[in-house]
């Protein structure tokens, strides 16, 4: 799936620089003098639509009396609600109606954050950090909720076409595409006062490659925005030395938009 997607924007691209003509207009750069007409930016709204799970951010061990099993350490983040300031600066323009811009979003976001471990059997619930002794025979990490809140901070390639593509564009209907990187940083607040935030510094920031689809009606739009490099991590079940399968680096966030 993300995959499918990446090649589509890849072709999406490829045709759009394909089909511009020299009777679209003239090819305008990003320009300080004229900012304004260089500069757009947009206020993203989501309620119960962005869910993102990291990649894996390190290993803890299961112990049977005889043997360690190596399992994935992830934190996830379920947003209730999330509030989001966009800043688009075109850099090239082509005629009117089409330009590639740079994109740099910012999000704060009211969120439940968690640290897990891929574990079936039951562990302990302590919120200390992973214990690599042999005589620990449970994690030490949480396996469940950690605090509240997150934030974001994306850099994006997007190509624009129609409404808000250009200053001068009047079409009531835009789509973009866009492709970048994108920051996590959670949760904002740990509630178990008793832990020091440095107990769990590598597992409260991220990275993702994630692409994003746009659609802009006149001053309010829609995106959708889906990871890029989820990776499936695979480990073996402690209590049936069974193999296991985990999807790592997941990211789904739906948007609504509204044109400042």
Not at 56 to 69: D, E, F
Request: no cysteine; net charge neutral; charged share 15%.
């Amino acid at each position: 799936m993300s995959k499918l997607f990446a090649f589509l924007l890849i072709s999406v691209f490829s045709l759009s620089a394909i089909e511009l003509k020299a009777n679209d207009g003239p090819i305008y750069l990003f320009s300080f003098k004229y900012f304004k007409n260089s500069f757009n930016h947009q206020l993203g709204l989501t309620f119960f639509t962005n869910f993102t799970r990291s990649p894996q951010l390190g290993s803890g061990l299961v112990y049977t009396p005889t043997k360690a099993y190596p399992v994935p350490i992830y934190t996830y983040v379920y947003s209730l609600g999330s509030i989001s300031y966009e800043p688009q600066f075109r850099l090239i323009e082509f005629g009117n109606s089409q330009s590639i811009s740079l994109n740099t979003p910012i999000t704060l976001g009211a969120s439940v954050v968690g640290v897990r471990v891929s574990l079936s059997e039951t562990s302990r619930w302590d919120y200390e950090p992973v214990s690599d002794s042999p005589t620990e025979r449970s994690f030490g990490t949480s396996i469940g909720y950690l605090g509240l809140g997150h934030a974001e901070f994306g850099i994006f390639g997007s190509y624009n076409l129609g409404r808000y593509a250009t200053d001068e564009n009047t079409w009531p209907i835009g789509v973009n595409l866009a492709v970048g990187y994108n920051y996590t940083y959670g949760p904002i607040y740990i509630e178990n006062t008793s832990s020091n935030r440095s107990d769990y510094s590598d597992y409260l920031r991220w990275g993702q490659l994630v692409g994003r689809l746009g659609l802009q009606l006149n001053s309010v739009g829609f995106s959708y925005a889906l990871g890029l490099d989820q990776t499936t991590v695979q480990y073996f079940e402690a209590s049936t030395g069974s193999r296991q399968y985990l999807e790592t680096s997941v990211y789904h966030k739906l948007t609504m938009t509204f044109n400042l």
